[in-house]
């Protein structure tokens, strides 16, 4: 018995799902939501830039589209059932850390506006890095609450005025 339980145990901690790092219910779904609706805005405005002659608006629509896709599948594979290997992927997804999901989402969404800088890359990716930032965010961590920030300070305002006591005494 000790062996199938020392067994689920290592795989656990070999890849803890994003989950463990901290993040609340509603910000997972505020991520995932915001991914949602990053996959939709990349895909029309990817549409509308590949309504051009103009080879680098139609190169950055096709990769719009592209992250469009890898959105959807990433964040909601529940959109994609056609695909066999969508809910795989999403697992493995689900299995990076934040600052991973963060800089993915986050070099997505800036490649089509290096390809070609135009307002419909620029609001079109906007929703897809803003959910770069967000995972970002989340990797960041949560803030240190007003109490223990007190209590540091206050260890370092001793440790100063013993230091300081020490230097009048040793003078005296």
Not at 121 to 141: H, I, K, M, Q, R
Not at 150 to 170: F, H, M, N, S, V
């Amino acid at each position: 018995m000790s062996g199938s339980g020392g067994a689920s145990a290592t795989s656990a901690n070999s890849a803890p799902p994003a989950q463990d790092e901290g993040m609340t219910w509603w910000y997972r779904w505020l991520c995932r939501l915001s991914g949602v609706l990053g996959a939709i805005s990349c895909a029309i405005s990817g549409l509308f830039s590949c309504i051009t002659i103009h080879p680098l608006n139609i190169a950055a629509g096709a990769w719009m589209i592209t992250n469009a896709f890898v959105l959807l599948l990433c964040e909601a594979p529940f959109c994609c059932p056609f695909i066999e290997f969508a809910n795989t992927v999403a697992a493995k997804v689900d299995q990076l850390r934040s600052w991973q999901k963060a800089v993915f989402y986050c070099g997505m969404a800036v490649v089509p506006i290096i390809i070609s800088l135009t307002l419909t890359t620029l609001l079109g990716n906007a929703v897809a890095f803003a959910t770069g930032v967000l995972y970002g965010l989340s990797a960041l961590g949560k803030k240190g609450d007003a109490i223990s920030y007190a209590r540091i300070q206050q260890q370092k305002q001793q440790a100063d005025e013993e230091k300081l006591t020490e230097t009048l005494e040793g003078e005296l």
